[in-house]
């Protein structure tokens, strides 16, 4: 058996990772908008904080409706029940990443979870 799994990502506009990499801990999704459109919808989690990583473009995100400028190489931790919608703006289509987790579940971290052998 495997300890890891190893995918390659199409260039859909959304792809989900929880079902192809077997996660347990995280939702990660990568996400593409094309120039001048939006996530059709405002939407808050029940328990999960979501961070974004802005990889390429640029736009803005409604939180609790005030508006932030993202662009590349941005990173924005969202609390669970903040109402938030994303954009790009009218030049560029807006890729990101999205990792859901559970908010206040990080026992450890890299320096206290790792074991040095």
């Known amino acids: 058996m495997n300890n890891f799994k190893k995918i390659n990502l199409t260039n859909e506009a959304r792809q989900e990772l ?14 593409s908008l094309p120039a001048g459109t939006s996530i059709p919808f405002v939407h808050s989690h029940k328990q999960n904080e979501e961070i974004y990583a802005i990889l390429e473009g640029e736009g803005s995100v409604v939180i609790d409706g005030e508006n932030i400028c993202i662009k590349a190489g941005d990173w924005v931790r969202i609390s669970p029940s903040a109402k938030r919608q994303f954009f790009a703006s009218k030049q560029s289509k807006l890729k990101y990443i999205c990792i859901q987790v559970k908010a206040n579940s990080l026992e450890g971290y890299t320096m206290t979870d790792a074991i040095v052998l």
């Open 18 to 31: 929880h079902d192809q990499l077997g996660l347990t801990g995280a939702e990660i999704s990568v996400n």
